[in-house]
């Protein structure tokens, strides 16, 4: 197994407005092609999206990933959204060879491993399980929406 490191395209990320934000709970939007992700050639590779870096005191307490176009052109592809010091934070892992809306990692209120006192990377891991690899991608598009708080704004 191998993993492609990567880093999103500052075109596919977009702040949320704060009127929006207010309707919507979310500050921050990632979108992610297949295109953006078809690397790797072994059937149980991975590849890493780096989406951002968090401010050095922050939390995360509310995400959920749109799947608006299916992934295809492998047989398992799954994704897990976190940081570096808990890839899973944010969204554990679910499939996204079906369209719909995937949940966040938890139902509490406030997301497990998801706040820091140290700026880190948030990063999304797409791993391939079976037939196929990531660089046999034909189709694909999600959008990662994450409240992400700058705890040194707050009152």
Do not use: H
């Not at 820091?116 to 797409?126: C, D, K, Q």
Request: proline fraction near 4%; glycine fraction near 8%; hydrophobic fraction near 40%.
């Amino acid at each position: 197994m191998a993993d492609t490191p990567l880093t999103i395209s500052r075109t596919r990320v977009s702040p949320i407005s704060s009127d929006e934000s207010a309707v919507s709970g979310f500050t921050n939007k990632y979108t992610v092609k297949y295109s953006d992700i078809a690397y790797g050639t072994g059937s149980t590779d991975t590849v890493t999206l780096t989406l951002g870096t968090t401010p050095a005191n922050w939390f995360v307490d509310r995400a959920i990933a749109n799947v608006t176009t299916a992934f295809a052109g492998t047989t398992a592809l799954a994704v897990i959204v976190g940081t570096t010091s808990s890839t899973a934070a944010f969204i554990t892992s679910q499939s996204i060879i079906v369209a719909g809306v995937l949940e966040g990692a938890s139902t509490l209120p406030v997301l497990t491993n998801a706040t820091g006192t140290a700026a880190l990377s948030m990063v999304a891991t797409f791993t391939n399980a079976t037939g196929g690899s990531p660089s046999a991608l034909t189709a694909g598009q999600m959008d990662l929406y994450l409240r992400l708080i700058n705890c040194s704004d707050l009152p």
